[in-house]
């Protein structure tokens, strides 16, 4: 079985299932502007059931995308401590993985990390350093796209306000009630946005704290192995609760971070050496 292979899978169908949502929120953002600007009864009660079954739908599916990040960040950490300090998984752990794992053949970098050091304590600190720089600057880049989105989104429930108390004269009661409680449904979609982006922003924060840690280890001779499994799990705990990193973002950057990484962590360990 091909631990990074199977984890890149889980994540992507978490991504996947991040960004369907993403794009049902704005159906809603749109159909609440169009709703708020339009005199209709039937219409606005409609949209409202709909806004009803679709939120019925989000929830869903975040939980189904977090048992695939529950599963991938399981993989993760087998991966890790295989290519760190060469642990296979124990024949219990690969029992309690689902059937779907063992036949995973997403293609993957070969080598996924690019630590070259023996394996050990030291290696796994340093496959612990790349995964916190890359999960801290692709988390990074997310923030402050969902953070847009939200504003944005904000800014649109805002119009939709302004045109219901600009149309409101000329409507019903009924129809004034179904559309504010469909803002009011809206509304709780961008505070979900605010917390995928407040949750990216602590991903970015934890990492960059990880980050110098794994290069004062790397900076001694021989690390203890306790030390390293710290940072090890000081870095599964920060992005345990994050949303899937977007891929599109990390394909994007990929070489470019990859460049950067090198060049850090050189720097950093020659620089801690001294």
């Known amino acids: 079985m091909n631990l990074t292979s199977a984890m890149r899978h889980e994540y992507d169908r978490s991504e996947r299932l991040l960004w369907i949502g993403a794009f049902v929120k704005v ?11 339009w005199s209709n009864g039937f219409a606005a009660s409609l949209f409202l059931i709909l806004a009803c079954v679709g939120q019925a739908f989000l929830f869903i599916s975040r939980q189904v995308m977090q048992d695939h990040l529950s599963l991938g960040a399981r993989l993760r950490r087998l991966a890790m401590l295989q290519n760190g ?3 296979e998984p124990t024949a219990f752990e690969t029992a309690l993985l689902p059937d779907r794992v063992w036949s995973a053949t997403r293609a993957t970098a070969d080598p996924y990390y690019s630590s070259r050091l023996p394996k050990g304590a030291k290696r796994l600190v340093d496959v612990t350093a790349e995964c916190a720089f890359f999960s801290g600057r692709i988390a990074d880049a997310a923030w402050v796209l969902f953070l847009f989105v939200s504003v944005a989104a904000s800014c649109m429930l805002v119009l939709s306000l302004v045109l219901i108390a600009i149309f409101g004269a000329t409507q019903s009661r009924l129809e004034i009630v179904a559309k504010c409680v469909l803002i009011g449904i809206t509304f709780w979609m961008t505070g979900d946005l605010v917390d995928i982006s407040l949750k990216y922003r602590s991903v970015t924060n934890s990492c960059g704290r990880i980050l110098q840690e794994c290069f004062r ?16 799990h000081e870095y599964d705990a920060a992005v345990a609760g994050a949303p899937p990193m977007p891929n599109h973002i990390y394909r994007r950057r990929d070489a470019g971070l990859g460049k950067i990484w090198q060049e850090m962590r050189s720097r950093g360990i020659s620089s801690d050496a001294a």
Do not use: C, K
Request: hydrophobic share 50%.
């Open 217 to 232: 280890l790397l900076g001694e001779e021989n690390p203890s192995i306790e030390d390293a499994y710290v940072v090890f």
């Open 85 to 87: 300090i060469g642990r």
């Open 27 to 37: 159906v809603f953002y749109l159909t609440t502007i169009a709703t708020a600007a």
